[in-house]
């Protein structure tokens, strides 16, 4: 049995609620070290924690919104300032890297980035498993912004299972992608506010029996949530939280 090393180094929402970064949660496994998002906060976080840029094989990228994977640019240009010549895959809805690009362009025009790396940026598509070199992974629309291409992401490495909802209103999606998965790490923006394209606790926890996941732990809080974590009664992610699954 291999064990997975899960960190998190940014857990928080868009506005940085309570003082936590963007969402970045990096994974290490005896052959391989991956992110699963970037968010904008995403490049001190992991040098807070020691996290070397060059040993990160591949970015796993839920959906285009900038505290998911707005840290990319900045990623890539610490990589190429410090010399990086190992191979890294960025693996996201269709456009990463016209996305991508363009905000490097925007950043830090006239610098080259990408033309000193060697990327491989490749796309997934919806409901259909992708065979990558260090692990496979699915994913599947979730209800969230339209124009940000939202998925949740279901990872199979070794013999464990990591689904990520995304950032998702409820949908009946999350039991598919959380089905038996040995952690289930789900976006939970508010504690009872009802706004389309985020959860809300109340409303999951009246759906909790429906799951099938061996653990589960929300993130993304606002302050509201981040003020009665109390009153929940499921695990919760906080930054620098770390596990092995």
């Keep these: 049995m291999s064990l997975v090393y899960l960190k998190v180094i940014g857990c928080g929402d868009a506005f940085g609620s309570g003082g936590r970064l963007n969402t970045c949660f990096y994974v290490k496994t005896e052959t391989s070290k991956f992110l699963i998002d970037c968010g904008a906060s995403s490049l001190p976080?992991?040098?807070?924690?020691?996290i070397n840029i060059n040993?990160?094989?591949?970015i796993v990228i839920s959906h285009f919104h900038g505290d998911h994977y707005g840290g990319v640019p900045f990623l890539l240009l610490d990589a190429a300032i410090?010399?990086?010549k190992k191979k890294m895959q960025i693996i996201s809805p269709p456009g990463g890297k016209d996305r991508i690009s363009a905000l490097?362009?925007?950043?830090?025009?006239g610098t080259s980035v990408l033309e000193k790396?060697?990327?491989?940026?490749?796309?997934y598509a919806a409901d259909k498993v992708l065979k990558l070199e260090h692990f496979n992974l699915r994913a599947l629309p979730v209800i969230h912004s339209e124009k940000?291409?939202?998925?949740?992401?279901?990872?199979?490495?070794?013999?464990?299972?990591?689904?990520y909802s995304g950032d998702t209103s409820w949908t009946n999606t999350l039991l598919a992608l959380s089905d038996k998965a040995d952690v289930f790490i789900c976006e939970c923006n508010f504690f009872g506010t009802q706004a389309k394209g985020h959860m809300n606790y109340l409303e999951l926890e009246m759906r909790l029996p429906e799951f099938s996941c061996k653990r589960m732990l929300l993130t993304h809080f606002d302050q509201e949530m981040l003020e009665k974590l109390d009153q929940l009664k499921v695990g919760y992610l906080s930054d620098g939280f770390a596990l092995m699954v």
């Design 104 to 109: 490097l362009d925007l950043l830090y025009p």
């Design 117 to 123: 790396l060697n990327v491989d940026f490749l796309e």
């Design 55 to 58: 040993d990160i094989d591949a």
């Design 148 to 163: 940000a291409l939202p998925h949740g992401i279901r990872i199979e490495i070794s013999d464990k299972v990591i689904a």
């Design 45 to 50: 976080g992991l040098k807070h924690h020691g």
């Design 82 to 84: 410090h010399g990086r």
